[in-house]
């Protein structure tokens, strides 16, 4: 994939980006096709962090221009918000500090009308389980993109496993994440961008919903599962 503005983004030449990104939502760009433009320059900046061609204060840079050019970007309003949507908790785990990816999938689901909370970064598993009860379901996007950060993602989930309220969390990881990283924390799901996290919400939400306007679901699919789990859980992960 070849750019103007990958190569202004790796070049970090801010005022370049800014110029193109504005130019482009003048024109009507699809706001989401920018972004991956964007983030494929910050990728070969952290390529090149890599190769020991750039230093840490280029990895700074590549991220003031991410956030810089990301103040541009508007996603078109959208009132067909979900008539019942499940409660969307955001978190950048424990050790980890980048949130460049989690504000823009912030900004995105706020312009579908769903407000998840955001709890912010480097967020340990203890301050997440607060915000999480017995009584109501939720979608619990943890996002991490340093190798550190699985073994924080696998300690929360532990802990809601321990406090008896993993039955009533779907947990769907995301940032540099893979299958294996899934597997390895014992996560549900793992997104790679924000339309598919949205996508993949709006779905867990419908199931919900679902399954709360027609409990028989639920009695009927507990027959078929020996390890008891909430409605949420199961009825996503029979469809998965
Ligand atoms: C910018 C950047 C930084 C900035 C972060 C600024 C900030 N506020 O976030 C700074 C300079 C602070 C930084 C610091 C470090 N970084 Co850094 N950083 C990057 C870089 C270049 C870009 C990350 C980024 O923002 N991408 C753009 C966003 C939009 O992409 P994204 O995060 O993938 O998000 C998309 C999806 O994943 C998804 N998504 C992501 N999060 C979420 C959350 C939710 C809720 C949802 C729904 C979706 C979602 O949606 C987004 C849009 O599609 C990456 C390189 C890379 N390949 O990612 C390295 C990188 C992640 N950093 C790296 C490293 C090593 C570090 C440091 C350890 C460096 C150091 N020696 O200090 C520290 C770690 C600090 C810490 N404890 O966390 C390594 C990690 C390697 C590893 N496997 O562990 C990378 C991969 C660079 C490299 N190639 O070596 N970094």
Known sequence: MEDQLIDAVLEL???LAIDIVSQRMREGVNPVSIISLVQEG?????IYYNQGRYFIADL?????????????????????????????????VERDIHDIGKNIAVTYFNSKGIHPVDLGVNVPPAVI?????????????????????YYSMKKT??????????????????????????????????VKDIVESYELYVKLSADYKRISANPELLLSSQKLHSRPQS?????????A
């Open 129 to 149: 389980l607060e915000h999480i009860t017995k009584d109501e379901p939720v979608v619990l996007f943890l996002s991490g993109l340093i190798t550190s950060s």
């Open 231 to 239: 409605s949420i859980h199961q009825e996503v992960r029979e469809d």
């Open 13 to 15: 030449n801010e005022d």
């Open 60 to 92: 700074i840079m590549s991220g003031l221009i991410f956030k810089e050019v990301i103040k541009l970007i508007q996603f078109p309003p959208e009132d067909s918000a979900l008539p019942q949507p499940v409660k969307a908790i955001f978190a950048t």
């Open 42 to 46: 910050v990728n070969r900046v952290g």
């Open 157 to 190: 989930i532990h802990l809601l496993k321990e406090k008896n309220l993993r039955g009533n969390v779907i947990v769907v990881i995301c940032g540099l994440v893979d299958e294996e990283v899934k597997n390895y924390v014992e996560a549900d799901y793992f």
